[in-house]
């Protein structure tokens, strides 16, 4: 039976009824087709409390001829996080639209769908460079070790490779990709990527090197005490950077989550000559880790 008509089929099914004196939901998808984004953006959120009940319907309005409406609704269904959306958001990658297929590769990131790991990997190097970043983050997302080898050693690759795009959005999108496979063989350059030109390529490389120090990253490498030395190095380097108090936060939130007391001078010396947000952070921290170190000396 053609996917279109069973979609209809099957919205007339879920929405035959409308029980409870519930509204229908009908006039939001007229909504939808809005050409003012605030109505579109209204009627997006009034859909998503129906949840599951609509997505039959979306499926179908994912036919439209119009690209806000198909955009919208690429959303929506990753939003709502219904598999039952997961073929037509991968049919949506090949859409003629860069912006409906990059919302649908995230879409497909925030179902986490297995399955869609290879045809995710058919976008790897797409001409659009916001494409390529969600693609990189949803190969993390999708990935799950019980596919087939070839493909899960595949999206480990790519987004190593990501790592070192020139483009600091692919950069970033890629790490929070190699975040699902616990920082497999990318701790070095991690640690590399704390020293990165851009501010906010740090952030999110110091915020990782903090998981994985501290073992709560998924599926996490093994953190050898060479590997956490060279970490716990990185972390305190970040304590010196200027301009972005974020990035020390995080710095002196990772020393404090891996407990080493070898952080404790330089931190007592950012709680010295750094802001009142760095005081704030580094007192708690000093105190905590001070504690076992003067227990040890006594």
Not at 80 to 93: F, K, M, Y
Not at 107 to 136: C, I, W
């Amino acid at each position: 039976m053609n996917r279109w008509i069973l979609a209809v089929l099957l919205s007339g099914v879920a929405l035959a009824s409308e029980g409870c004196g519930r509204a229908s939901p009908e006039p939001l998808f007229t909504q939808l087709r809005s050409t003012d984004a605030d109505e579109r953006l209204k009627a997006a959120n009034a859909l998503l409390l129906y949840d599951s009940e609509v997505v039959p319907r979306l499926i179908e309005e994912y036919g439209s001829g119009f690209i806000r409406v198909r955009f919208e609704v690429v959303k929506l269904l990753g939003r709502i996080r219904d598999p039952q959306a997961v073929p037509v958001l991968i049919e949506a990658l090949g859409d003629k639209s860069s912006n409906v297929a990059q919302a649908a590769a995230w879409s497909l990131g925030q179902l986490r769908a297995p399955e869609a790991l290879g045809p995710l990997l058919g976008y790897t190097h797409d001409g659009s460079k916001g494409m390529r970043g969600q693609v990189f983050r949803a190969l993390g997302t999708c990935h799950s070790f019980a596919v087939a080898p070839v493909l899960s050693d595949s999206a480990h690759k790519e987004i190593l490779r990501a790592l070192k795009d020139e483009d600091e959005e692919i950069r970033m999108k890629a790490m929070l990709g190699i975040h699902e496979f616990g920082y497999l063989g990318a701790v070095d350059e991690l640690i590399r990527m704390s020293r990165d030109a851009s501010a906010k390529v740090r952030h999110v490389a110091v915020q990782g090197l903090g998981h994985i120090a501290a073992g709560s990253a998924p599926e996490a490498v093994v953190v050898t005490p060479r590997l956490r030395a060279s970490i716990v190095e990185a972390l305190i380097a970040a304590l010196d950077e200027t301009g972005y108090q974020s990035i020390r936060t995080k710095a002196v939130k990772a020393l404090e989550s891996i407990g080493d007391p070898a952080a404790l001078p330089h931190l007592r010396r950012l709680q010295q000559s750094g802001s009142a947000e760095d005081r704030r952070e580094t007192l708690r921290v000093i105190e905590k880790l001070s504690a076992p170190a003067e227990a040890a000396s006594g």
